[in-house]
C-alpha cells in the first residue's frame, strides 16, 4: 500500500452498523502542536455510537472518521512540541481525540498524548483516554469528589463506570453502583464497588436512602437523565453534587427545586469532545502525576472486554449496543 493512503474505519452513512465500513483515507497531516500516531490500537465508546447514528457530529475542524482515544508509536509531530511535552520519535503513548481515531494514523495535540503505562499492552492503553479524562474532569474537577465521601455512579459496567469504580476507590470514596444484571453488579463489586444496585429489579433511590442510612450520596456521575435526575436529587445528601455527563434516559427533567435549596445542592454537567485542547491538556498532566503511577502499580486496571480486527468494526458497536458487556470494547490495526 501506498505509503501515503491509509486504511480507516468510515461511516458510509447515518444508521446501524453496517454503515462502518473499511475505506482509504490520505495520511492526515500533524500541524503544529501536533504528532502522527501509526495506531495500534483504536478504543470504542458510545459517543461514536451516537455520531454513527447521526446524533453526534465531530467539532468543526476535526476528522469525519469516529474515534475519540487511540494507542500506538509517535511516527512524526511537531519537534519543538513534543521536546517541550518529553516525547521522542518511536514512542508508544495513548491519546485522547476529538475524532479520527478509527484509523491505521491520526494526528492528536502533544498535550492530549500519555505514555502508554509500564506493563500495559496496545490493547489496554487505548483503552484509557477517553474515560479516564472524562472521569477526572467529572467526578473529581467538577464534583469535587473527597476522600471518605460516597460516589453514586449509574451504569457501574460501563467503559466509564469501571474507571470511575477505580479511581473513586483509589482515593479513599465509597462507592455505590447501578447497573442492568446481577452479573454487571458482580462485576463491579470485583472492581472494588462497596455496593451494586441492579436497576432492574431494585429502586435505586430507595437503596441509596437504605445504604446511606438516610443520609444520601455526595457526589452522583449520572449518564441517563431523564426521569433518573428528580430521584437523583432526592438521592443527594447536603452540599451534594449531581454531574450529568450523558441522557440515554432523555434530556427532559422535573426536579424538587426546593431540595436544591434547602440541601444547597449542585446540579451541573460536561461534554469533554468540544472542549478547548488546553483544557484536555491540563487533565493529561493531572492524570499522568496522580493516576498513571497507580495504573503502572497494578492498582487501577484498564478492564477489556473484547478486542476486534478493525475491519469488524460493525460487530464490535454491535456488541457495545446489545450492552452485554463489562468495560471496554478495543479495535486492533
Ligand atoms: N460527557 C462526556 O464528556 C462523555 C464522555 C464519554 C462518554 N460519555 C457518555 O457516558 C456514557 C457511557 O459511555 P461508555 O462509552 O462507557 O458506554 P457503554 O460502555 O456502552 O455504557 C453505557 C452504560 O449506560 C448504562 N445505562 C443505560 N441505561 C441505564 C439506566 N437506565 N440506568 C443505569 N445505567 C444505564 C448501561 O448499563 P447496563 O448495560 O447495565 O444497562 C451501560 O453501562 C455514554 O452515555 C456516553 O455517551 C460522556
Known sequence: MDKQIMHAVELAGFGGPQVLQLGQRPLPVAGMGELLIRVAASGINRPDVLQRKGHYAPPPGVSDLPGLEVAGEVVAGDEAAMAEAGISLGDRV??????????????????????????????????????????WSNVFE????????TLLIQGGSSGIGVAAIQLAKAWGARVIVTAGSDAKCA???????????????????????????????????????????????????????????????????????????RRRLVVTGSTLRPRPVDFKGAIAKALRREVWPLIEAGKIKSVIHSSFPAAQAAQAHALMESSQHTGKIVLTW
Open 94 to 135: 495513548c491519546a485522547l481525540l476529538a475524532g479520527g481515531g478509527y484509523a491505521e494514523y491520526c494526528v492528536a495535540p502533544v498535550v492530549q498524548c500519555l505514555p502508554v503505562p509500564k506493563g500495559l499492552d496496545d490493547v489496554q492503553a487505548a483503552a484509557l483516554p477517553e474515560t479516564f479524562f472524562t472521569v
Open 142 to 149: 467538577r464534583g469535587r469528589l473527597q476522600p471518605g465521601e
Open 187 to 261: 462485576d463491579c463489586l470485583a472492581l472494588g464497588a462497596d455496593h451494586a444496585i441492579n436497576y432492574r429489579s431494585q429502586d435505586f433511590a430507595e437503596e441509596v436512602q437504605r445504604i446511606t442510612e438516610g443520609r444520601g450520596v455526595d457526589v452522583i456521575l449520572d449518564m441517563v437523565a431523564g426521569s433518573y435526575v428528580a430521584r437523583e436529587v432526592q438521592s443527594l445528601a447536603e452540599e451534594g453534587r449531581l454531574v450529568i455527563i450523558a441522557v440515554q434516559g432523555g434530556i427532559k427533567a422535573e426536579f424538587d427545586a426546593g431540595l436544591v435549596l
